[in-house]
C-alpha cells in the first residue's frame, strides 16, 4: 500500500523523522492524497441525500444575492482546479516538455480533476437547497468547507516554509493557483456560515427565530440568545413565548402517534383474543376431566382453592390489550430516536480519548526529552475533542428532551381523545381523578424515561468498552472489578423487583388520595354546610400517611441502591489494583496506569450511577405503562345501536330496546318501543328511577345496548343539562330533534312557564321541532302532543293527555293523585309581557369562554359560540330579558374582581430566599445539617483517596528494580479499600437522613396545603377552576415529594465535587488559581442570564399547566352534552391549542438547557485546557502523580460544572412547587372552625331566628346582593322563601351558615349573634337538604355519617324514613354499598332522599330547604314533603321552592325581590292581597 502510494506521489508517503524534531512537518505525499480525500469523501457521502430534493416537485425559492455568489465562488473554484490541470498538462507534453526530464507524478493529475468534480457536485448542492424552500444553510456543505479548509492549511505552511527556505518560489503557477484556491475556500466558508433566507423563512422568523437560525447557530444555540437577554431583562410572560415549528405542535404530533396507535392496538387486541380463546379452550378441557374424578381428587382440590383465587385474579387485572404502547411510540418517533441514538454513540466512543490524550500527557512529564511542540499538542487537543463532545452531547439531549416532550404530548391528547369516547364499562374503572393523574403522573414519567433511553444500550457499552481500556492497562487483574459488577447484577434485580411493587402500591394511594380532593372540591360547599372538612381531611391524611409511608420504602430501597453504587466504582478500582499488584511484584502501580484506570473508572463511574437511576425510572414507567395501556385499550362506546335512516317517517323510534349502565350490569330500560313523529312534543313521566334520565341517555347512545336499535331522522341532537344555559345552547343548536332533561326544574313557576311558552311548547321557538321532554311539571302535560309513562325502565302507558286520563291507567291515578292543585292549569294560560323582551341576534363577545373557566364556561360556551354563527346565518334571533344579567354584561366594562374566574397569579423574580427556608424548615434542621456534613465528610474522602493514590504511584520510582515489599502493598490496598468503603457508607448514611427529612418536607406541605384549601371563604372556590387546585395537589406536590429531594441531593453532591475538583487543581499547579477568578466571573454571568430565563420558563410551564386540567375535567363533567351536540373535534382542537400554550414554554425551557450546557461546557473544556496547559509550563517542577491527578480531575469538572448550574437551576425550578404550594396555605381563611366561645351543648334549643338589618356582598368590589333584610321567625314556624331567580334566595341560605360574611347588620339565633360562633359549632346546629344532592365516592354509610358517631341502628332507622331501607337492603353490600364518583350509581332521586336521610340522621332544631324537591318527580316530592312534615314539626323550617304547591301550608311566606323582603305574611293573606305572590300563584296556575 505504502509502495504504491509513493509511487502515485512521486515522494515519500511515511516518515515518521518528519515528527521527531522541534519543527514538526508532514510528507507532501499525505498532504496530496489522505488530506485531499477525506473531505471531498465526506461531500461525496452527503451529496446523495442533497440530490433527493431533485427528485420531488417542490417550488423553488428565488435565487437570492447569496445564492449567487456562492455559486460564482465554486465556478471560480473550479476554474482554478482546470487551469492546474491545464498546467500539469501543458508542462508534461506543451511545447517546453521535451526539455523535462521527468514526467509530474499522478497524484497532480488526480487532484484537480477531483476537485473539480466535487466543485460541481457543491454547486448541485447548493442548487438543491433553493428546493428546500424552509432551509437557510447546509451544515454537511459547512462541515465539508471547514474540513477542507483545515486540511489544506498542512499545504498552505509547507509551500510558504519551502519558499522561505529558498529565498524564491520554485513553481508560481501552481504556487499561485493554490493560494487563489485556498482564498476562494476560505469565501466560500464564510458564505456557508450566513443564513440565505427565503420569503417564506423571513416570516416564520418573525414568530420563531429557530426558524433563520444557521448550522452553527443551532449546534451552538445562539438563536436562542434573544430569549435569554429578554427573560434577564424583565419576567417572560406567555405573550414573549414563539410559536411553536409545525412539526412541534400537538395536532402534527397527535396524527403521526394515532396513526401508529391505531394499527399497533388493533394487533394488541388480536392476541388478546387469541389468550382468551386459548384460555377457554384449557377451561372447556378442564370441565371435561372433571366429570370423572374421584373423592380423594375433589378432596384435594380444597388446598388449590387459594391459588385459583390468586391466579383468578391475575387474569382479570390483565386481561386487556398489552405491549402496545412501546412500540407505538418508538414507531411513531422513529426518525428522532435513531438521530440521538447515533449522536449517544459517537459521545461515548469520544468519551474515550480523554484518558488515552491523558496517557500521552503523563508520558510526555516523565520524559523530560520528548519535544514541548507534543506537550502543546496534548493540551490542545483534550479541548478539541472535549469541544466535540459538548456539541454531540447537546444535539443528543436536545433531541432525547424534545422526544420526551413529544411523547408527554402524544399521550395527554391521547387520553383527553379516549375520555370523549369510553365506554360507561371502562369509565367505572377510571375516575376523573384518576384520569387526572394519567395526564400528570404518568405521562410525565414517560417523559422522563424518554430523555434516559438510550442509556439501556449505552451503559452497558460504557462499561465494555471501560473493562476492555482497563484490560489494556492492567491486563487480567480487570477481571476482579468485572466479577464484583457481576455480583451486582442479582442484587439491582431484587431491588428492581421491590421498588416496582413499592411504585404499584404507591400509585394507588396516589389515585384514591386525588378521588377523596376531586370529591371534596366537587362538594366543597356540602362539606362546609354539614361543618365535614375535617372527616374528609382525615380520609385525605390517612391515604397520604400510606403514600409517604411507601414513599419512604422506596426511598430507603434507593439509598441502599445509592450505597452499593456508590461503592462500585470505589470497590471495582480496589480489587482491580489490589489483585494488580498481588499476582506479580513486577506490577508496580505507576502514575500512567493509575490514573489512566481512574480516567476510565471515572467514566465507568457514570453508567453504574445511573444504572440504580434507570432502574428506577424504569420501574416507575413500567407501572404506568400499565395503568396508560388498561386505559387507552378500554371499550369506546358502541354507537352501533343508533342508526340514522331517513326513509323511516318517525323522527325518533325505538324497537324493543333494552340498556344497561355497563355489559354485566342488570338493564335499566327494557323492551322499550317508541315511535315518535317529526314535530311532536313527547313529555316522558314517570317516579324516581323509573328510568326517565336513562331513556334520554339511551338515545344519545351513552348507555350499552343489550337488544333493539335505535333509529333518528336526521344527524343533529340537542340534549340538555339541568340549566337555562343548557336550553338556550339547545335553542342555538337548531337541531332535528331536542332531548330535554327536566330543563324547567331549577326555575321558579313564572321563569318555568314562560321558557315553556316562548321556547319547548306548542307556540313556542322550537314547535317545528321533534322535543322529548322529560319533565316532573304536571302542569305542562296537558299542552304536550304525547305522553310516555315509564314504571321501573318499561313503558306502561303511551298517549296523549286525554287519552291516558281517560284509560283510567297508572297515569291517571297519578294524576289524581298529584294534579289535584294543577286543575285550574288548562284554563290559565297567560302570555308573558313581550315589552320585557328584546331579541339579540348572536351571543355577545363577551362570553368566549376562557381557557381554565368553569364548566358551564367551557362546555355552554364552546358549543353555544360555534351554533350561534349557524344561528345568526338563518337570521334567526333569541328573546333576552331587556334588563338582564346578559345585556347589562354585554354593555358593561369588565370592572375589577368582577370577572368570575380570576386569572392565575404567577411569581415572576428570583425564588426568594425564604421560599428554600420554608423547605429546609419543612424537612428539619437537623436533618439537613447532619445530611450536609456527612456529605461533606464523604468528599474529603474522595479527595483522600484519590490524593493516596497519587502518593500510591512513587512507589514506581521508589521501588524501581527493586522488590516491592508487601507491608507497603497492603497499606496501599487497605488505606484505599477503607476510603472507598466509607465514601458509600457516607453517602447511605446522608442520603438516609435526606429521605427522613424530605418525608418530612412533603408531610407538612401536603397537609398545611389540604388544611388551608379546606378552611378558604366559598369564593375562592366560586372564582377558581378546580382544575387549578387539581394541579397544585397533583404535579406540584409530586414535585414535593420526588423531584426536589432527589434535585437537593444532587445539587450538594455536585457543589461538594467542584469546589473538590477546582482544590485538587490548584493543589497540583498552584498558577491555576489565576485562571479561577475570571472563569468563576464568567460562569456567575452565565448562571445568572440563564437561571432567570429558565425559572420563568419553568413558572410559565406549571401556570399553563393548570388550564390543561381544567379542561379535562370540565369536558368529563360535560361529555354527554359534547357528544350529544356532537362536538367532539372543536373540543378535541380546543384541547390541542390548551397543550400548544404549555408546549410554546416547554420547548424554550429545554432549549435554555441546552444553550447553557454548551457555554458551560465550553467553560469546564478551558479548565481541562489551563490544567494541561499549565502542566506542560510547568513538567519540570511537577510530578507524573499530580499532573495525573490534577489533569483526571479536570477532565471530570465538564461534566460536574454543567450539572450543578443544571440542577441548581432544577432546584430553582423544582423549588417554584413548594411557593406555588405556599401561595395557596397563605390564602385568607374563613372564620375559624373552633374557638373559645363556644355555645350551650342544646343550642339551638328553640330555633328562634332574627335577622337585624342584614347586608351582604359576594366580594367587598362588589354590589350588594341582600338590602337589609330584618325579619324574627319563630320557633317551629314553617317559612315559605319564593321569589323570582335571582332574587336573594340561596343567598339567605349561605348567609345563616356564613358561606357569606355580612357587610352590615346580623343574625340572631335563640339568643346568639352567630358571627361569634365558630363555623363548626354554628354549621353542625342546622342542617340543610341542598338543591343538587352531592353525593363522594365511598361507602353510603360514610356519606350519611362520616364522624361515625352513630350506630347501625339510627342510620337503618332514617333510611327508613326516607323510605331507601328496602333499596339498600336490596343491595348486596348494604351499607358499605359503594357509591361511584358524584353518586352516578343512583338515580337523582334516590340521592335526594339520602340527603333526607342525612337531614334526619343530624336531628337539628332549625331545617333548610334550598329547593330540596325541584329537580325530582311529584311522588318523591310528595315522600321528602310529607317525611319533613311529620319528622320536623318541632322545628323551624325554612323552604326556597319554585313549585309553590310545596310551601302553600307553611306558616308564613317569605317573597324577595332584588335582595329585599317585598312581602312576608301568611299565604292566604298574601293571596288576598294580590301582590308578588299572588301573581307568581297565577302564573303557576294556583
Not at 234 to 244: I, S
Not at 713 to 724: A, E, H, M
Request: charged share 20%; with cysteine.
Amino acid at each position: 500500500m505504502s509502495a504504491a502510494l509513493e509511487k502515485y506521489c512521486g515522494s515519500v508517503f511515511w516518515n515518521a523523522s518528519y515528527l521527531q524534531r522541534a519543527d514538526p512537518d508532514l510528507p507532501v505525499c499525505v498532504e496530496r492524497t489522505v488530506l485531499v480525500w477525506f473531505p471531498v469523501l465526506f461531500l461525496w457521502l452527503c451529496a446523495p441525500w442533497h440530490f433527493t430534493s431533485f427528485c420531488k416537485k417542490s417550488a423553488k425559492a428565488p435565487a437570492s444575492r447569496l445564492y449567487i455568489c456562492k455559486q460564482i465562488v465554486c465556478g471560480l473554484l473550479f476554474l482554478t482546479a482546470v487551469a492546474e490541470l491545464a498546467l500539469t498538462l501543458g508542462e508534461d507534453y506543451g511545447p517546453s516538455s521535451e526539455y523535462t526530464l521527468q514526467k509530474h507524478p499522478a497524484v497532480l493529475y488526480i487532484k484537480p480533476v477531483l476537485f473539480a468534480v466535487s466543485w460541481i457536485v457543491v454547486m448541485l448542492c447548493q442548487e438543491s437547497m433553493r428546493r428546500r424552500v424552509k432551509s437557510v444553510d447546509s451544515g454537511s456543505l459547512f462541515l465539508f468547507w471547514i474540513l477542507q479548509v483545515l486540511c489544506a492549511v498542512f499545504q498552505f505552511q509547507t509551500l510558504l516554509r519551502e519558499a522561505l527556505a529558498q529565498d524564491e518560489v520554485p513553481d508560481v503557477p501552481h504556487f499561485s493557483l493554490f493560494y487563489i484556491s485556498y482564498g476562494l475556500q476560505l469565501i466560500a466558508l464564510v458564505l456557508s456560515a450566513i443564513a440565505d433566507l427565503s420569503p417564506e423563512v423571513k416570516k416564520l422568523s418573525q414568530t420563531n427565530p429557530e426558524a433563520k437560525a444557521t448550522f452553527l447557530s443551532r449546534i451552538t444555540f445562539n438563536w436562542f440568545n434573544s430569549m435569554v437577554i429578554k427573560g434577564y431583562k424583565r419576567p417572560l410572560v406567555q405573550e414573549d413565548m414563539w410559536d411553536l415549528k409545525e412539526e412541534e405542535s400537538t395536532h402534527s404530533i397527535c396524527q403521526q402517534f394515532e396513526d401508529v396507535m391505531t394499527k399497533e392496538l388493533r394487533k394488541a387486541r388480536s392476541v388478546l383474543q387469541k389468550k382468551r380463546n386459548k384460555r377457554l379452550a384449557c377451561d372447556d378441557g378442564q370441565n371435561g376431566l372433571a366429570k370423572g374424578v374421584s373423592h380423594d381428587v375433589l378432596v384435594m382440590e380444597e388446598t388449590g382453592k387459594k391459588k385459583d383465587k390468586k391466579k383468578a385474579k391475575k387474569d382479570s387485572e390483565s386481561d386487556y390489550p398489552q405491549s402496545w404502547l412501546i412500540p407505538t411510540i418508538v414507531k411513531s418517533f422513529k426518525g428522532v430516536l435513531l438521530e440521538s441514538a447515533f449522536f449517544r454513540l459517537i459521545q461515548d466512543l469520544l468519551a474515550f480519548a480523554s484518558p488515552q490524550l491523558l496517557k500521552l500527557m503523563i508520558a510526555f512529564v516523565q520524559d523530560k526529552s520528548s519535544h514541548a511542540w507534543s506537550g502543546y499538542l496534548y493540551a490542545v487537543l483534550p479541548l478539541l475533542v472535549a469541544f466535540l463532545q459538548s456539541v454531540i452531547l447537546q444535539q443528543y439531549f436536545q433531541r432525547c428532551f424534545v422526544l420526551g416532550m413529544k411523547v408527554r404530548t402524544a399521550i395527554m391528547a391521547a387520553i383527553y381523545k379516549k375520555a370523549l369516547v369510553v365506554s360507561n364499562d371502562s369509565r367505572k374503572e377510571s375516575t376523573a381523578g384518576e384520569i387526572v393523574n394519567l395526564m400528570s403522573a404518568d405521562a410525565q414519567r414517560f417523559n422522563n424515561v424518554t430523555n434516559f433511553i438510550h442509556l439501556l444500550w449505552s451503559c452497558p457499552l460504557q462499561i465494555a468498552l471501560s473493562i476492555a481500556f482497563l484490560w489494556i492497562e492492567l491486563g487480567p487483574s480487570v477481571l476482579a472489578g468485572l466479577l464484583v459488577m457481576v455480583l451486582m447484577v442479582p442484587i439491582n434485580g431484587w431491588l428492581a423487583t421491590k421498588s416496582r411493587a413499592f411504585q404499584v402500591e404507591n400509585m394507588k394511594f396516589k389515585d384514591s388520595r386525588m378521588k377523596i380532593v376531586n370529591d371534596i372540591l366537587n362538594g366543597i360547599k356540602i362539606l362546609k354546610y354539614y361543618a365535614w372538612e375535617s372527616s374528609f381531611e382525615s380520609q385525605v391524611q390517612a391515604i397520604r400517611e400510606k403514600e409517604l409511608k411507601v414513599m419512604r420504602k422506596f426511598a430507603y430501597l434507593s439509598s441502599v441502591s445509592t450505597f452499593i453504587f456508590s461503592c462500585a466504582p470505589a470497590i471495582v478500582s480496589l480489587a482491580t489494583f489490589a489483585v494488580f499488584v498481588s499476582v506479580s511484584p513486577d506490577n508496580i502501580l505507576d502514575a500512567e496506569k493509575a490514573f489512566t484506570s481512574i480516567s476510565l473508572l471515572n467514566i465507568l463511574r457514570f453508567p453504574l450511577s445511573m444504572l440504580p437511576q434507570l432502574i428506577s425510572i424504569m420501574v416507575q414507567t413500567a407501572v404506568s405503562k400499565k395503568r396508560l395501556e388498561k386505559f387507552l385499550s378500554g371499550s369506546d362506546l358502541d354507537m352501533t345501536a343508533i342508526k340514522h335512516d331517513d326513509s323511516n317517517k318517525a323522527a325518533v323510534s325505538m324497537t324493543d330496546g333494552t340498556f344497561a349502565w355497563e355489559r354485566e350490569t342488570e338493564p335499566v330500560l327494557k323492551h322499550v318501543s317508541l315511535d315518535i313523529a317529526p314535530g311532536r312534543l313527547v313529555a316522558v313521566v314517570g317516579a324516581v328511577g323509573s328510568g326517565k334520565t336513562s331513556l334520554i341517555l339511551a338515545l344519545l347512545g351513552e348507555l350499552h345496548c343489550l337488544k333493539g336499535h335505535i333509529n333518528i331522522n336526521g344527524i343533529n341532537l340537542s340534549g340538555g343539562q339541568k340549566q337555562r344555559s343548557s336550553l338556550a345552547r339547545a335553542v342555538y343548536s337548531s337541531a332535528d330533534v331536542f332531548l330535554l332533561d327536566d330543563p324547567l326544574s331549577a326555575v321558579d313557576s313564572h321563569v318555568g312557564k314562560h321558557l315553556f311558552e316562548q321556547v319547548i311548547g306548542p307556540e313556542g321557538l322550537l314547535r317545528n321541532k321533534t322535543r322529548i321532554l322529560v319533565t316532573h311539571g304536571i302542569s305542562f302535560l296537558p299542552y304536550v302532543d304525547e305522553i310516555v309513562v315509564l314504571v321501573n325502565g318499561v313503558v306502561s302507558e303511551v298517549g296523549s293527555y286525554n287519552a291516558l286520563r281517560a284509560s283510567k291507567g297508572a297515569f291517571n291515578e297519578f294524576m289524581e293523585t298529584y294534579g289535584k292543585e294543577d286543575s285550574k292549569a288548562t284554563g290559565n294560560k297567560a302570555a308573558a309581557q313581550e315589552s320585557d323582551y328584546e331579541e339579540i341576534d348572536t351571543l355577545p363577545a363577551g362570553l368566549e369562554p376562557q381557557a381554565d373557566g368553569s364548566p358551564e364556561d367551557i362546555v355552554s360556551n364552546t358549543v353555544k359560540r360555534e351554533n350561534s354563527l349557524r344561528h345568526s346565518q338563518r337570521n334567526g334571533s333569541v328573546k333576552v330579558r331587556k334588563n338582564s344579567s346578559l345585556r347589562s354584561k354585554k354593555d358593561s366594562g369588565d370592572k375589577k374582581g368582577q370577572r368570575l374566574i380570576e386569572k392565575e397569579t404567577m411569581e415572576t423574580g428570583r425564588v426568594k430566599f425564604s421560599v428554600y427556608l420554608q423547605y429546609l424548615r419543612a424537612m428539619g434542621w437537623c436533618y439537613v445539617t447532619w445530611s450536609f456534613l456527612i456529605y461533606f465528610i464523604q468528599n474529603v474522602a474522595i479527595i483522600g483517596q484519590n490524593l493516596w493514590l497519587s502518593d500510591w504511584t512513587y512507589d514506581a520510582e521508589d521501588y524501581f528494580n527493586t522488590t516491592y515489599p508487601n507491608h507497603i502493598r497492603d497499606t496501599r490496598i487497605g488505606v484505599f479499600g477503607a476510603l472507598g468503603i466509607a465514601q458509600g457508607f457516607l453517602v447511605f448514611l446522608g442520603t438516609i437522613l435526606l429521605v427522613d427529612g424530605s418525608i418530612c418536607a412533603s408531610r407538612t406541605l401536603h397537609t398545611n396545603l389540604l388544611s388551608n384549601i379546606l378552611k378558604v371563604p366559598m369564593v375562592f372556590f366560586d372564582t377558581t377552576p378546580s382544575g387549578r387546585v387539581v394541579n397544585h395537589f397533583t404535579k406540584d406536590i409530586f414535585t414535593v415529594d420526588e423531584l426536589i429531594p432527589m434535585s437537593f441531593r444532587s445539587w450538594i453532591l455536585c457543589l461538594l465535587g467542584v469546589l473538590g475538583t477546582l482544590f485538587v487543581i490548584c493543589l497540583a499547579t498552584p498558577i491555576f488559581t489565576a485562571v479561577v477568578v475570571p472563569m468563576a466571573v464568567i460562569y456567575y454571568f452565565v448562571l445568572r442570564f440563564y437561571v432567570a430565563t429558565s425559572r420563568q420558563l419553568r413558572r410559565l410551564d406549571s401556570v399553563s399547566r393548570s388550564p390543561i386540567y381544567s379542561h379535562f375535567g370540565e369536558t368529563v363533567s360535560g361529555l354527554s352534552v359534547i357528544r350529544a351536540y356532537g362536538h367532539q373535534q372543536r373540543f378535541l382542537k380546543q384541547n390541542e391549542d390548551t397543550i400548544d400554550q404549555n408546549l410554546k414554554s416547554v420547548y424554550p425551557w429545554i432549549v435554555s438547557n441546552r444553550w447553557l450546557a454548551m457555554r458551560l461546557e465550553s467553560l469546564g473544556n478551558l479548565v481541562v485546557f489551563f490544567s494541561a496547559l499549565f502542566a506542560v509550563i510547568s513538567r519540570d517542577s511537577l510530578n507524573s502523580g499530580l499532573v495525573g491527578l490534577s489533569i483526571s480531575y479536570a477532565l471530570n469538572v465538564t461534566q460536574t460544572l454543567n450539572w450543578l448550574v443544571r440542577i441548581t437551576s432544577e432546584l430553582e425550578t423544582n423549588i417554584v412547587a413548594v411557593e406555588r404550594v405556599s401561595e395557596y396555605t397563605e390564602i385568607k381563611n374563613e372564620a375559624p372552625w373552633i374557638t373559645s366561645n363556644r355555645p350551650p351543648d342544646d343550642w339551638p334549643s328553640a330555633g328562634n331566628i332574627r335577622f337585624e338589618n342584614y347586608k351582604v356582598r359576594y366580594r367587598p368590589e362588589l354590589e350588594l346582593i341582600l338590602h337589609g333584610i330584618t325579619c324574627d321567625i319563630e320557633t317551629t314556624e314553617k317559612i315559605g322563601i319564593v321569589g323570582r331567580t335571582g332574587a336573594g334566595k340561596s343567598s339567605l341560605t349561605n348567609c345563616l351558615f356564613r358561606i357569606i360574611e355580612a357587610s352590615e347588620g346580623r343574625i340572631i339565633i335563640d339568643g346568639i349573634d352567630i358571627s361569634t360562633l365558630e363555623l363548626h359549632d354554628l354549621r353542625s346546629r342546622l342542617t340543610i337538604i341542598p338543591q343538587h344532592p352531592v353525593l363522594f365516592s365511598g361507602t353510603l354509610r360514610m356519606n350519611l355519617d362520616p364522624f361515625l358517631m352513630f350506630s347501625d341502628e339510627e342510620i337503618w332507622n332514617v333510611l327508613e324514613l326516607a323510605h331507601l331501607k328496602d333499596y339498600v337492603q336490596g343491595l348486596p353490600t348494604g351499607l358499605t354499598h359503594e357509591v361511584a364518583e358524584g353518586g352516578e350509581n343512583l338515580s337523582l332521586g334516590q340521592r335526594q332522599l339520602l340527603c333526607l336521610a342525612r337531614a334526619l340522621l343530624r336531628k337539628s332544631r332549625i331545617l333548610i330547604l334550598d329547593e330540596a324537591t325541584a329537580a325530582v318527580d311529584l311522588e318523591t316530592d310528595d315522600l321528602i314533603q310529607s317525611t319533613i312534615r311529620r319528622e320536623f314539626s318541632h322545628c323551624t323550617v325554612l323552604t326556597i321552592a319554585h313549585r309553590l304547591n310545596t310551601i302553600l301550608d307553611s306558616s308564613r311566606v317569605m317573597v324577595l325581590d332584588s335582595g329585599k323582603i317585598v312581602e312576608f305574611d301568611s299565604p292566604s293573606t298574601l293571596l288576598h292581597k294580590q301582590g308578588h305572590f299572588y301573581s307568581m300563584a297565577k302564573d303557576a296556575g294556583i
